[in-house]
Nanobody, 119 residues
Framework: QVQLVESGGGLVQSGGSLRLSCAAS????????MAWFRQAPGKERAIVAG????????YTHSSVVGRFTISRDTDKSEVYLYLNNAKPEDTSVYYC????????????WGQGTQVTVSS
């Protein structure tokens, strides 16, 4: 049974930092793209960043470039999202997701973790 379990969310002040973690288990994630999405109330879920499990190559959405960083630790089977210089508009539920390199849709999703940035 594949599981993606997010942790690390919480309340952070504007300008502060937070690290989100995604513990991935239940299968071999070689050739998988691991991503972080976020969804604010009344808005669609949107990708924030992603990383290829095997190569470590990353993608970061233009809206958070320079503030957010994604990485993965294959030994620990975890994916991280570092939120730096947090802004109130970063307030969202953050989801970890995984898709195979052969598919465009995401196969697995976590339950989400709430991040709230106070001004």
């Amino acid at each position: 049974q594949v599981q993606l379990v997010e942790s690390g969310g919480g309340l952070v002040q504007s300008g502060g930092s937070l690290r989100l973690s995604c513990a991935a288990s239940g299968r071999n994630f070689d050739d998988y793209f691991m991503a972080w999405f976020r969804q604010a109330p009344g808005k669609e879920r949107a990708i924030v960043a992603g990383v290829w499990w095997t190569s470590g190559q990353t993608y970061t959405h233009s809206s958070v470039v320079g503030r957010f960083t994604i990485s993965r630790d294959t030994d620990k089977s975890e994916v991280y999202l570092y939120l730096n210089n947090a802004k109130p508009e970063d307030t969202s539920v953050y989801y970890c997701a995984a898709r195979s390199s052969t598919r465009s849709e995401y196969d697995y999703w976590g339950q989400g973790t709430q991040v709230t940035v106070s001004s």
